[in-house]
C-alpha cells in the first residue's frame, strides 16, 4: 500500500480512538463506582440504542472480515455463515431475552443460580462464560493483526504483534474505565460507521454491475476458477461425508450459539423493563439481517472484482478481501478515490474491532468478579470489591486473549468465532434452557450441563485439524488429530444436553418447588426483577 493509504487510515484510526476515548473519560467521571453502573450502564438505555449497541457487538470482525473472505473464497458455502448468524436470532428472541432480562441482573450465571446452589453453579458458569469470551477474542485479535498488517504494506510478524497488542492495551483501558455505559456508547458509534461503510460499499458494487445482481453472480463464478460450482453447495463443505458432517456441526453453533454468548446476554440487562429487551432484539434483527443481506453483495463483488488469487495472496484465510474490494472500487492503488476508501473501510473494520473486544472483555470480567471471585469467597462480595477486581480482571483476559491472538494469526476469523459459537452452545445453553423450563433440574444438572459441554468441546478442539495435522494448523509441523471435524458442535451440543439431563436424573437434591414458582413467575412477569 502506498504512503497515503497509510497516513489517511492512521489519522481515522486516530481520530475514532480519541473519539472513544473521550467518551470513555467522561463516562468514567460519572458513577461508576456501583456494580450496577459497571455491569449494566444503570439499565438506562432504550430498546433503540440497546438495539444499535446489540448490532455493534454482534457485527464484529468475522462479520465484516471474515465472513466477506469466505463468500469470496468458497461462493455459496461461504454464504452460510451469514444465514447461521442470522437465524440464530429467533432463538434469542423467542426462548432468551426476556425471560433472561427479568431473572437475571449482571451475567448468565445470575439466572442459572437463580434456584440451586450458588457456589458450584456461579463458578462452572464463571468459567465457561470466561472461556468463551476469549476464544472470542481471539478472532477479534486476528483481525486486527490482518487489517494492519494490510495497511502497512506487508505481512511482517512484528508488526500483526503490536497491532494485537494495541488492541489488547485499548480494551482494557475502555473497559476498566467507562465499563458498560461507554462500552455501549462506543458499539453504537460503532454500529452506525459500520452500517453507512457497508451501505456505501454494497451501492458501488451494484453500480458497477449497473445493477444486474445476476452479472455480479456469473462473474463471481467465472473468476473464481469453480465455475457454477462456486454458486452451488458443496466447494467447502460437500467434498465428502466428514466435511458435510462438518458444516452440520457448524449450523448448530451458528444457530445456537448466539443464546448462549456471554456479552450479547450481558446487553439485556442494560434496559430498564423485559419489553425494552425484546424490543431491543427486534432493533438488533433489523439492523444485524440488513448488514447480512449486503455482505453477501460484497463476498461476490470481492470474488468478481478483486478475484480469489488477489485475495488468498493478501491473505491466505480471506481476511481482508473487504478493504482490497474499497481499494479497487474507488479507483485503485494509486487513485485518490481508492486511498479514501480503503481508508475508510480499514479504519471502521479497526473500529468494529475495539467495539466487539471491549463488549467481550466487559462480560467475562464481569463473570470474573461477580461469579467466580464472589463465589470463591464463600460470601458475596462488596459491591465495590467486584468492581474493583473486575477491572484488574480485564487486564488478565486482555493479556490472554493477545497471546491466543498471536498465536491463531493466519486462521480465518469466521472461522475461529464458529469455534467460539460452539462452545457457547455446548455449555452455557443447555444449562440456560434447563434452568428457564425445567422444574426438576438441580444443581448437580446444572454443573453437569456447564463442563459436560465445555470440556468436550475443548478437547475436540485440540484433537481437530484446526491444531494439528494439516499444512492450515495451528501446529503444521506435529500430528495428534483424531477427530476429524473443525468443529466440535456436533457432539458437543448433545454432549451438554445429555449431561445436564444425566446430572439432574441421579441427583439426590429434592427440586425446590418455591424457588422454581418464584423463578417462573419472575421470568413471565417481571415482578421482582432488578
Request: hydrophobic letters at 55%; a neutral charge.
Amino acid at each position: 500500500m502506498t504512503g497515503n493509504h497509510q497516513t489517511l487510515a492512521l489519522c481515522l484510526f486516530s481520530a475514532f480512538i480519541v473519539v472513544t476515548l473521550a467518551i470513555t473519560t467522561w463516562v468514567g467521571r460519572n458513577r461508576q463506582g456501583s456494580a450496577e453502573e459497571f455491569y449494566a450502564g444503570g439499565r438506562l438505555f432504550s430498546p433503540m440504542e440497546n438495539g444499535f449497541a446489540i448490532a455493534g457487538d454482534y457485527m464484529s470482525a468475522a462479520s465484516f472480515l471474515g465472513l466477506t473472505g469466505l463468500i469470496a473464497l468458497f461462493g455459496y458455502d461461504g454464504l452460510l455463515y451469514a444465514v447461521g448468524f442470522q437465524v440464530a436470532w429467533l432463538v434469542v428472541l423467542f426462548l432468551v431475552a426476556e425471560l433472561v432480562r427479568n431473572c437475571g441482573r449482571f451475567t448468565l450465571a445470575d439466572v442459572v443460580a437463580a434456584r440451586m446452589s450458588e457456589r458450584p453453579v456461579r463458578i462452572a458458569a464463571g468459567t465457561s462464560s470466561v472461556t468463551v469470551s476469549v476464544l472470542y477474542l481471539v478472532a477479534q485479535m486476528v483481525g486486527a493483526g490482518s487489517l494492519v498488517a494490510l495497511l502497512l504494506g506487508g505481512t511482517s510478524p512484528a508488526a500483526r504483534a503490536w497491532t494485537v497488542i494495541g488492541v489488547g492495551a485499548l480494551m482494557v483501558i475502555y473497559v476498566s474505565l467507562g465499563g458498560m455505559r461507554a462500552t455501549t456508547w462506543i458499539q453504537i458509534v460503532k454500529a452506525v460507521l459500520l452500517l453507512a461503510g457497508t451501505v456505501a460499499l454494497t451501492v458501488l458494487v451494484l453500480l458497477r454491475f449497473h445493477g444486474d445482481v445476476d452479472r455480479l453472480l456469473l462473474t463471481a463464478a467465472e473468476r473464481s476458477g469453480h465455475g457454477d460450482a462456486f454458486l452451488a453447495p458443496g466447494l467447502k463443505y460437500g467434498g465428502d461425508w466428514t466435511a458435510r458432517f462438518d458444516f452440520i456441526s457448524l449450523g448448530l453453533a451458528l444457530v445456537l450459539g448466539t443464546a448462549g454468548l456471554p456479552h450479547i446476554l450481558s446487553r439485556f440487562y442494560t434496559v430498564p423493563t423485559a419489553r425494552a429487551a425484546r424490543r431491543s432484539v427486534l432493533w438488533s434483527i433489523g439492523l444485524i439481517g440488513a448488514f447480512y443481506l449486503m455482505t453477501f453483495v460484497l463476498g461476490f463483488g470481492a470474488a468478481a472484482i478483486v478475484g480469489p488469487e488477489a485475495i488468498r495472496g493478501s491473505n491466505a484465510a480471506g481476511n481482508t478481501a473487504m478493504p482490497l474490494l474499497a481499494l479497487d472500487l474507488g479507483g485503485g492503488a494509486n487513485s485518490t478515490g481508492g486511498t479514501v476508501l480503503f481508508a475508510v473501510v480499514a479504519a471502521v473494520a479497526f473500529a468494529t474491532i475495539l467495539a466487539v473486544v471491549a463488549g467481550i472483555t466487559l462480560a467475562s470480567s464481569a463473570s470474573v468478579a461477580h461469579d467466580l471471585y464472589a463465589s470463591l469467597r464463600r460470601s458475596r462480595a462488596k459491591q465495590h470489591s467486584e468492581v474493583a477486581v473486575a477491572r484488574v480482571a480485564s487486564v488478565g483476559i486482555g493479556v490472554v486473549a493477545i497471546a491466543l491472538g498471536l498465536l491463531a494469526r493466519d486462521l480465518n476469523v469466521a472461522f475461529l468465532v464458529g469455534l467460539a459459537f460452539a462452545v457457547a452452545a455446548s455449555a452455557n445453553l443447555p444449562a440456560l434452557l434447563y434452568s428457564l423450563f425445567w422444574r426438576g433440574f438441580t444443581t448437580r444438572g446444572a454443573v453437569w450441563a456447564v463442563y459436560g459441554g465445555l470440556i468436550p468441546a475443548l478437547v475436540l478442539v485440540v484433537l481437530s485439524p484446526v491444531v494439528s495435522g494439516s499444512p492450515e494448523s495451528l501446529f503444521p509441523g506435529v500430528d495428534f488429530q483424531y477427530f476429524p471435524l473443525q468443529n466440535p458442535g456436533l457432539v458437543s451440543i448433545p454432549a451438554g444436553f445429555f449431561a445436564g439431563w444425566l446430572g439432574t436424573v441421579t441427583s439426590s437434591e429434592t427440586p425446590d418447588e418455591a424457588k422454581h414458582a418464584e423463578t417462573e413467575v419472575r421470568s413471565l412477569t417481571g415482578a421482582g426483577a432488578a
